[in-house]
Nanobody
Framework: QVLLVESGGGLVQAGGPLRLSCAASGNFSSINVRGWYRQAPGKQRELVAGISSSSTTDYADSVKGRFTISRDNAKNTLYLQMNSLKPEDTAVYYC????????????????WGQGTQVTVSS
């Protein structure tokens, strides 16, 4: 089983910073904690920021220049530093990981955390 736990969300004033963390744990042979997604009420879940196994990053246009994704491979932990937050950033933020459970199998599965609420007040 793979468990992803997001933390760091909360209520923040517009313009302020917030740092999200996603810690992965469980039984797996390999894991790539690779992205942050968010979902606002009435909207589809969207990719906010992604990071590849080679540490190449990708951001949604709406957050470029404001958000930074990073990863601590030793701790299997993903981070999202959010600066200059706007009310439109309000959403539930989810961590995504792709993991292989058995070392003798190539099967990989996506996993999601329960999400952490980020609310930005104007």
């Amino acid at each position: 089983q793979v468990l992803l736990v997001e933390s760091g969300g909360g209520l923040v004033q517009a313009g302020g910073p917030l740092r999200l963390s996603c810690a992965a744990s469980g039984n797996f042979s390999s894991i790539n904690v690779r992205g942050w997604y968010r979902q606002a009420p009435g909207k589809q879940r969207e990719l906010v920021a992604g990071i590849s196994s080679s540490s190449t990053t990708d951001y949604a246009d709406s957050v470029k220049g404001r958000f930074t994704i990073s990863r601590d491979n030793a701790k299997n932990t993903l981070y999202l530093q959010m600066n200059s937050l706007k009310p439109e950033d309000t959403a539930v933020y989810y961590c995504n990981a792709n993991a292989k459970i058995r070392p003798w199998s190539s099967k990989a599965t996506d996993y999601w955390g329960q999400g952490t609420q980020v609310t930005v007040s104007s």
